[in-house]
């Protein structure tokens, strides 16, 4: 009887207690998840870290936080549906969008949902910390030393358009006039080198 008291109360996510540092991460790649929320707690903040949009909606219902680093692409839905519910919950809210899947359309549709900051993962606890206490203060990086290939180029702006069409592949074969096995090739490629 106790072990499922015991494993029942390790389930639940835990509530923020205070109102400072509070960050809440949501991430459903566990492994990743618990070691960036326990790097995160030894530089002061107070985490809560869920694993889906259902229970970070739950967190939202009893308190909002100050931080919010969410993955992208979640098991339950697109994290970025996540950052309307935390301005509401609190309209100076700073997110930090985390994904694997980096290309200019996401860390567009980031910035424009509300996010401060976008992160291509993996990334470490010093990257978050900086951009969620940095903000528009943060200096910018310096420009690369070369700049992007004509490839590139071309598969960043597949790639916003694929995003901006909902993932629909027809209707973004639709509006680049391309086949529609042509963009699937492309779309499961990687993206091209600089």
Sequence with gaps: MTSDLESNAAAMPMRFVGESD???????????????????????FEVVAVGSLAEARSVLK????????????????????????LRTARPEVRVVMLTGYGNIAS????????????????????????????GESAPLPPPPEEPMSADRVRWEHIQRVFE??????????????????TLQRILGKHAPRT
């Design 107 to 134: 860390a567009v549709a980031a910035i424009k949902s509300g996010a401060i900051d976008y992160l291509p993962k993996p990334t470490d606890a010093d990257q978050v910390e900086a951009a969620l206490r940095g």
């Design 62 to 85: 009893e308190t909002a936080p100050v931080f919010a680093a969410v993955d992208m692409r979640l098991e339950d839905g697109n994290g970025l549906d996540l950052v309307a519910d």
């Design 164 to 181: 901006q069409c909902n993932r629909n592949v027809s209707e973004t074969a639709r509006r680049l006039k391309m086949h529609r096995r």
């Design 22 to 44: 509070t960050l809440l991460v949501v991430d459903d790649d566990a492994p990743f998840r618990n070691r960036l929320a326990r790097a995160l707690e030894k530089r002061g």
